[in-house]
């Protein structure tokens, strides 16, 4: 079976891989990596959460970067604080053997001038979301004119947050950028645009399918049932899991906000992450799920984005994410968000459960039980 060393990775990042248990590439790892190593290229990548992305860029984004040099020299575009905060902790970890190579992580939620102190310190890769890099380059906090290489991960993410003026505005100014690579789900007509309009009519384009996921353990069920009856329905699906540990995904803050205060009055040990926390209160949040004190998180779809967690069991959607026209379509671009939720959540798992709570209004069946 192929190796890293194979692939072209240098024996340092090789090392830092073994530590994280990561011996063997994944498809879409076989493919991009040697493709990246071999020289400047612009890159369309079309891949689901799961499938190993972070390493298929991380570790030739890493091989371009010159230690010596003292500036930023690679863009990571993210949708979310949480994604990007993992993304920067992957490389950190990448790079245990290797010589030093700084990764400065910077996004909204978090005081400003904590991060322009932060960037003045040798930073070789910025991760960012789009609307703080771009409050930090007015400000001139961050200088991005020698950046050689610009990544977006989750691009379809990014534009289905309303960031495509951001996307636009930030691939304007690098004009030293010799390669750019995007990463996304799916390919939406702003994707497209995003492609035709900043990319080499030349870019590579690799499709990963969702069966090379990096965890397809994952069973899926779902309850048929009316809104007045979600409650009720998730209480008995979380006595039928006690002492396991997962997390609800709903649609709105609200809602997010409801459902929490409604398992803590039933001495549940829940808590909510939304947009309306500051980011130490999420912080607080995330410490106390990680040490076990809270056994269930409920959380709106977008502020989850990245949430690194070991030992999950299931993950219930509480609401479907629905955004398109007609019911039908409506259904599926929930499921497929919901998939990508579940995964991201959950790819540590040898497995686990995904279960969605869906009104009948967007189903052809009879109401029952769990599928």
């Not at 005081?111 to 380059?137: C, E, F, M, S, W």
């Not at 010799?178 to 497209?192: C, D, E, N, R, V």
Request: proline share 3%; glycine share 6%.
């Amino acid at each position: 079976m192929e190796n890293f060393k194979a692939l072209g990775v240098k024996s340092d990042f090789v090392k830092g891989l073994k530590d994280l248990g990561i011996i063997n590439p994944t498809d879409i790892q076989k493919q991009v990596i040697p493709l990246l190593l071999d020289g400047n290229t612009d890159l369309v990548g079309q891949a689901q959460t799961g499938t190993g992305k972070t390493a298929a860029f991380g570790l030739p984004l890493l091989h371009k970067i010159d230690p010596k040099k003292e500036y930023v020299q690679g863009l990571i575009l993210c949708p979310t604080r949480e994604l990007g905060q993992q993304v920067a902790k992957q490389l950190f970890r990448y790079t245990k053997y290797s010589d030093k190579i700084f990764t400065e992580s910077v996004y909204g939620g978090e005081k400003i001038d904590r991060q322009i102190a932060n960037l003045k310190r040798t930073t070789h890769i910025v991760v960012a979301t789009p609307g703080r890099l771009i409050d930090l380059v007015n400000r001139k906090a961050v200088d991005l004119s020698k950046v050689k290489t610009v990544i977006l991960d989750e691009a379809d993410e990014m534009l289905s947050m309303g960031f495509k003026k951001e996307l636009d505005e930030i691939l304007g100014f690098l004009p030293e950028a010799q390669s750019k690579w995007l990463f996304s789900a799916t390919m939406p007509q702003g994707i497209k645009q995003i492609v035709n309009e900043h990319m080499s009519n030349t870019a590579h384009r690799i499709t990963v399918s969702g069966s090379n996921v990096v965890n397809a353990k994952i069973e899926h069920k779902f309850v048929h049932c009316e809104d007045t009856e979600k409650f009720h329905i998730l209480l008995q699906f979380l006595n039928s899991v006690k002492g396991q540990r997962g997390i609800i995904f709903c649609r709105t803050r609200n809602t997010a906000k409801k459902v929490a205060t409604q398992l803590i009055a039933k001495n549940v040990a829940a808590d909510a992450i939304h947009g309306d926390l500051l980011q130490k209160e999420r912080d607080k949040v995330m410490r106390a799920f990680k040490n076990e004190n809270l056994s269930i998180i409920v959380a709106t779809d977008i502020a989850a984005r990245g949430i690194d967690v070991a030992d999950l069991t299931f993950v219930v959607h509480f609401q479907l994410y629905i955004r398109c026209l007609t019911k039908r379509w409506q259904l599926h671009c929930s499921v497929h968000r919901s998939l990508r939720l579940t995964v991201d959540c959950a790819h540590d798992l040898r497995s686990a459960l995904q279960l969605p709570l869906i009104h009948p209004a967007y189903c052809h069946r009879k109401p029952g039980r769990f599928r």
